[in-house]
């Protein structure tokens, strides 16, 4: 039976998380001190995303092994808008440890893109990959990118990883999200909720196969749902924003009523910390992710990716020493 995330009531919706004190979490990992420190747990806080992404069951499950596994740790699984917001609230020290496209981690990590200053980010492990889900209905008029000039469109929540991908993905196909489509800004479950209810004609969303959201659309009685192929975008993603992306494919039969394979960009998803982090801490958090993975894959099957080969590989941030000092001792070099 899937393990529920936990969440942390005061901290549900992106504002109210966005504006916790540094002390509710991230102090764990820095090393500051609870102002009630007579408590004998402590408590670490992982950023997700919404709750009808991967992200937060993923997340859910790592609180759980950690909880579980890991003495004097109760971990909590927190939704938030995703990439952009969990670097910003890691590298602030809002929270200890946060899942992020590796294209937006890179950005936070470099200054770029909605990052004024460099953030202080180090990868932990390349979880899985995310692909780019651009989807549609029968009857909405649009059988390719192109043809969402003029049209509604999600490109994702505010903040969030899909959100900076899809922009990317329009602006390959010579499409300005201000000026040639009708943008939205929601989640997952929102999108997929406004689609049905013809409030939107299309949507992104960026994550691992399947997700939840995009599932129970196809399954839908009465809707007939397509994936759009956008294979093409990648050579000019790639030659602007460098080899974070890659080709994937979206395999026929990963949704119901999908007939054919579809090519998608992918980029990697990979667990980050504050720099600072405890590398006692953080040594203790994978090697339990690790040697509980199988907990993890009963939880959402993206975790089957979670392999020492693959933890490694896909992430243009450096590793912290924590994590680095686990990978050695299992004999795989960084």
């Not at 966005?18 to 990992?29: E, I, K």
């Not at 992306?245 to 999908?258: H, N």
């Not at 994590?323 to 299992?330: G, Q, S, V």
Request: net charge positive; with cysteine.
């Amino acid at each position: 039976m899937p393990v529920k995330p936990k969440t942390n009531p005061s901290s549900l919706t992106r504002r109210q998380f966005l504006g916790a004190s540094v002390a509710l979490g991230g102090m764990t990992l820095l090393g500051g001190s609870l102002a009630w420190a007579a408590q004998s747990t402590t408590s670490l806080s992982i950023a997700t995303g919404g709750t009808g992404g991967v992200y937060y069951p993923y997340g859910g499950g790592i609180a759980a092994v950690i909880s579980k596994y890991m003495p004097g740790f109760e971990a909590t699984a927190e939704v938030t808008a995703a990439s952009v917001d969990n670097c910003k609230l890691v590298g602030a020290g809002k929270a200890d440890l946060a899942f992020s496209m590796a294209d937006t981690a890179y950005d936070a990590y470099a200054a770029m893109g909605k990052f004024k200053s460099k953030l202080p980010l180090n990868t932990v492990a390349v979880l899985y990959t995310n692909y780019m889900h651009v989807v549609t209905l029968e009857g909405r008029g649009i059988k390719s990118v192109a043809d969402m000039k003029g049209k509604t469109i999600s490109t994702g929540a505010p903040g969030s990883g899909t959100e900076v991908k899809a922009l990317r993905v329009l602006e390959a196909y010579g499409i300005d999200p201000d000026k040639d489509i009708k943008r939205d800004r929601l989640g997952a479950s929102e999108s997929a909720g406004a689609l049905k209810d013809n409030k939107i004609d299309a949507y992104f969303w960026d994550g691992g196969l399947p997700t939840a959201s995009i599932m129970d659309l196809a399954a839908t009685p009465g809707t007939a749902m397509l994936l759009l192929d956008h294979g093409d975008a990648v050579p000019k993603m790639v030659q602007k924003y460098g080899p974070v992306y890659f080709a994937k494919v979206i395999p026929k039969d990963s949704y119901m009523g999908q007939k054919q394979d579809i090519a998608v960009a992918g980029v990697g998803n990979i667990l980050i910390c504050n720099e600072k982090a405890k590398p006692e801490v953080i040594y203790d958090v994978i090697k339990t992710m690790f040697e509980h993975q199988p907990e993890l894959v009963s939880i959402h099957k993206e975790a089957q990716y979670l392999t020492l080969k693959d933890a490694v590989v896909g992430s243009p941030l450096p590793f912290h020493p924590g994590a680095i000092k686990y990978y050695k001792e299992k004999g795989v070099q960084i």
